[in-house]
């Protein structure tokens, strides 16, 4: 909120600079956990190194996971992690561009069949994805992280694909 804040309130000829160094962003829509359809959502924010790399900081939500097995249980969760993004420095297809990203945070999965436990662990993700921007402002994006956490007992970590709208100043 501080940052948005910031790039609203200075001066016109700081926010040049300041839109040039500064990533917010948020995306929404649907994904998949497993074989379980899920609505996603995530925000980030973090500053560019330069024109290929990123450091931000990233917040996600993981909606309930109904696998199709009868026994299996429902399972949501989310993640706040430190990520590292490097993406192409120009596009490769008109406004296509790919990109990579690795990290390290928390994750706190929410499952059960009959009751609900909560656990929240340490967690590497590594990643990569495509972002197509319309303008500035808008874009689509599909997002795919594989989270490693060590839950025990058959989870090991999560496969999370997100695909959807991306908003934000990039």
């Known amino acids: 909120a501080l940052i948005l804040a910031a790039a609203f309130v200075s001066p016109a000829a700081a926010q040049g600079r300041l839109e040039d160094r500064l990533v917010v962003?948020?995306?929404?829509?649907?994904?998949?956990?497993?074989?379980?359809a899920v609505f996603n959502t995530r925000a980030a924010a973090g500053v560019k190194?330069?024109?290929w790399l990123t450091?931000?900081?990233?917040?996600?939500?993981?909606?309930?996971?109904?696998?199709?097995?009868i026994r299996t249980p429902v399972i949501s969760g989310h993640h706040l992690n430190a990520n590292v993004l490097a993406k192409t420095r120009t596009p490769i297809y008109y406004s296509l561009r790919p990109y990579a990203t690795a990290g390290v945070g928390t994750f706190r999965i929410h499952?059960?069949?009959?009751?609900r436990s909560d656990r929240s662990?340490?967690?590497?993700?590594?990643?990569?994805?495509?972002?197509?921007?319309?303008n500035r402002w808008l874009g689509?994006?599909?997002?795919y992280r594989r989270f490693f956490v060590d839950f025990g007992d058959?989870?090991?970590?999560?496969?999370?694909?997100?695909?959807?709208?991306?908003?934000?100043l990039r």
């Open 55 to 69: 450091v931000v900081g990233e917040w996600g939500r993981l909606s309930e996971a109904k696998p199709s097995t």
């Open 49 to 51: 190194a330069n024109d």
């Open 111 to 115: 499952e059960g069949i009959t009751t």
């Open 154 to 168: 058959n989870v090991g970590g999560k496969d999370r694909y997100t695909f959807g709208l991306s908003i934000g």
């Open 121 to 134: 662990e340490f967690a590497t993700n590594l990643g990569a994805g495509v972002t197509y921007d319309f």
């Open 25 to 36: 962003n948020t995306l929404m829509g649907p994904g998949f956990v497993g074989d379980a």
């Open 140 to 143: 689509a994006s599909f997002d």
